[in-house]
Structures are given as structure tokens and as C-alpha cells.
């Protein structure tokens, strides 16, 4: 059980043409959409996600067919998580390249790939949003004044656009960015989480960890080495009976959970697996979390 959020929208989903305008790279295998609506309404809320049709594009049509003749079923559709905030003239979504490791991917990625890689300015597509109930919900000053953001590599996407609207909204909040990578490299939005860390130097901490990073220049205060620990948890959050914590990352996969059951060894715990036993360790209850995963 998560904290319950109030409904993201009880609209039904809106498909739209969108246009990319400009895709800006983040990291070597992450890169940034912008997206144009054509003049429709943009009525979603921070930490939402929208829909694309990996069928709808002819480059992926080979894939596609090889794919579903593999799997015996339909290619779903990909959700993306919004990086723009409602208040950002531009609506955006981060894309992160999947990787396809022989004995450990069962399928190779199908959509992210072309994403990231298949130089879209001015292509158009179709997108339907805005779905998920991963957002604040309405009252959540009453409920807390600390909002924790326990992130790791693409799980920052809803989370940058849940802290940008919070701050543009001067809800009186103090956000915790706790954000796991394997890189100095690999962070994504480094430079902006900077800003506005120096713009609202009362009402945002940014720690960084790093799992892989081998240049000691890199490691302070602020920047940790390892995983996200209890330890690291109990340090950031001594208000840990009262703050609420959103945690957004790579879960066990329904792969990993097949593969366990047909070798009858345990799925290995991944990020979200790993911080949800540090945060139920401390003696946060499952109604004060609200996770997001992939994987």
C-alpha cells in the first residue's frame, strides 16, 4: 500500500500529434524530447506519464513483426514519464536507451533505442496522456513539510518534474533528492538540480550517490560513494515518522521473476527491492511511500 494520491485526472486519456522540437542529450545513452501539442491543452500534473505506439513508426515495423512472433502476443505501448513541469512552456519526456545483455535481457528494446538514436527533430507521432498516480497529493502539506525523492538513473524523471512544480507552487516543503547512479557522468539534470539547490538553499538538499565512479575528485559531502544505505537514509531523514517518501527506480522485472522460479534461486533485489527494506527498517510504513518502478 502506497500514500494515497488524489486522482491524477478523471479524464479519459487524450491522444495527440505531437511534434519533436528539439532533443537535447543528457548522458551518452539518455536524451530529452521536447514535444509540441500543437496548440492543445497540456492538462496533466508533475510526476504523470504518457503513452507512445512503438507500431506507428514504419523504422520499427521489422522489429516489431520479429518481436511479436517471438513473444506470441501484441507489442504494448512504452510510457515515459514527464521531465517538464506543468507551469514549463515546453512539454518534455527523458528517454533512456535499454540494453539488450545476452543471458540477462530476455528481448531486445524496441522503442528507447529509436528514441534516443533515431535524430527525431521535426518528426511527428502520437502520444496519450496524461496517465499515472504518481503525484503529490492535493493536501500534502497536512500530511507532511519533508518530501523525500529516493531516486536512481531514469527513476529522477517524474521526481525532477514533481520538485520543479512543488518549488514554482512555493509549497512550503523541504525536498531530500537522494539520487543513485553508477557515474558522475551517468546523472542526469546534474546541472539543473544545482541551480535550483543554489535558488532554494532552505528548501532543497541534493545528495548524489555513486556506485562505480572511480575519480576521487568527485566524492564530498554531497556526493557519496556506494549504494543507498540505512545508514545514508537515517543521516538524511531524522524526521523519518513524519516525511513522506516518493521512490521511483529498476524493480525486479517479470523476466527476473520467471527466470528465478525456472533456476529456483531468488531474484537478485534491485533498487527499489533494496531501499524499500532500508526505509521499513527505519520504521516507515508503507502508507508513507509512494514508489514508481521500471525495469
Known sequence: MSVEAAPARAKKPVEYEATVTEVRRDT???????????????????????NIDPHQFPALARLCAYLQEHKGRREPIRSYSLASAPHEPRLAITVKDEEFIPGLTQY?????????????????MKVTGFLGPYVLPEDV??????????????????????????LHRELPLRHTFLFSNKTWGDILYRDELAALERAHPERLRVVH????????????????????????????????????????????TPWDRRKALETRTPATPRFIEAVLGHLHALGIP??????????
Open 141 to 166: 502539506t497536512q500530511r507532511t513539510d519533508h518530501l523525500v525523492h529516493l531516486v536512481a538513473g531514469s527513476g529522477a524523471v517524474p521526481n525532477f518534474s514533481i520538485l520543479k512544480d512543488a
Open 209 to 252: 550517490t555513486l556506485t562505480r565512479e572511480t575519480d576521487a575528485s568527485h566524492f564530498g559531502p554531497t556526493v557519496r560513494k556506494g549504494r543507498v544505505g540505512q545508514a545514508l537514509l537515517e543521516e538524511l531523514l531524522p524526521d523519518f515518522e513524519t516525511c513522506l517518501v516518493y521512490a521511483c527506480g529498476p524493480a525486479i
Open 28 to 50: 551518452h545513452d539518455t536524451v530529452t524530447l521536447f514535444l509540441d501539442l500543437e496548440g492543445a491543452p497540456r492538462d496533466y500534473k508533475a510526476g504523470q506519464f504518457l
Open 108 to 124: 531486445p528494446p524496441l522503442l528507447s533505442p529509436y528514441l534516443v538514436h533515431g535524430h527525431l527533430v521535426g518528426t511527428r
Open 286 to 295: 508503507d502508507k508513507r511511500i509512494k514508489r514508481e518502478t521500471y525495469g
